[in-house]
């Protein structure tokens, strides 16, 4: 069973960019949920995506963005982007919205300079 | 809405020891999911235990328990016969059981199992 993944690992980006992440659901997921863990605090949820409708947000403003493919993986994107979007991106899946336990990649990395 | 508190930045523990996390959270619910997550320096968040709040049985997982007063609503989690390998941020985290399934996380405890 391939656990969730996420690309790139790492990613530097100056501010005003945009930059797309990608997330890979466990097998079975259809649930994606991105988090945004900033230095030293825990992550806080940007919003959850559940057969490609978005099922939640966070308070993050508009320029945070995702999709859900059919295959169930997941982009976030980010427009305009700040200094203070210098985060640790986390994607987690679960196998149905209701499924308490949400499994978690690896994160991406991305700074903002 | 919810809040998470974790009022210990850090610790650090003999190996071998037993080793207590606080946790409290803060919520107008009834019914949710309290969680311990680990979070090594490879940076993946890995579940180590789960608790509902519907059930008064405190959850256990080999070496991981958790102490569950929901009157308090405090969460604590104690690790026994701690090994190096336990070394890592611990975060606790609530969930409510409805509404959109989002984790709400607290700020974190650094643990360190020293040889």
């Known amino acids: 069973e391939t656990g969730v993944t996420q690309s790139p690992t790492h990613l530097i980006k100056t501010r005003g960019q945009q930059v797309t992440l990608r997330c890979s659901s466990q097998?079975?997921?259809?649930?994606v949920s991105w988090y945004q863990q900033a230095l030293g605090q825990g992550p806080q949820f940007i919003f959850q995506y559940y057969r490609e409708e978005e099922n939640g947000r966070g308070n993050f403003p508009p320029r945070f963005s995702g999709l859900q493919f059919p295959n169930y993986s997941s982009e976030l994107n980010v427009n305009a982007l700040e200094l203070d979007d210098s985060a640790l991106y986390l994607c987690?899946?679960?196998?149905?919205?209701?499924?308490?336990?949400?499994?978690f990649g690896p994160g991406t990395r991305l700074l903002v300079l | 809405a919810q809040t998470v508190t974790q009022s210990q930045p850090e610790m650090s523990v003999q190996e071998a020891e037993t080793v207590t996390l606080s946790c409290t959270y803060d919520t107008s619910e009834n019914n949710y999911y309290l969680f311990w997550y680990k979070q090594p320096p490879s940076r993946q968040m890995i579940l180590v235990i789960r608790q509902e709040a519907y059930k008064q049985q405190n959850a256990t997982e080999n070496r991981f328990s958790v102490n569950f007063q929901k009157a308090a609503k405090s969460f604590s989690l104690k690790i026994s016969d701690s090994q190096l390998g336990d070394t890592a941020m611990y975060f606790c985290?609530?969930?409510?059981?409805?509404?959109?399934?989002?984790?709400?996380f607290g700020q974190g405890t650094r643990l360190t199992i020293n040889p």
């Open positions: 985290a609530f969930m409510k059981l409805w509404g959109a399934q989002k984790l709400v």
């Open positions: 987690a899946s679960s196998p149905e919205p209701s499924q308490e336990t949400q499994y």
């Open positions: 097998s079975g997921h259809n649930t």
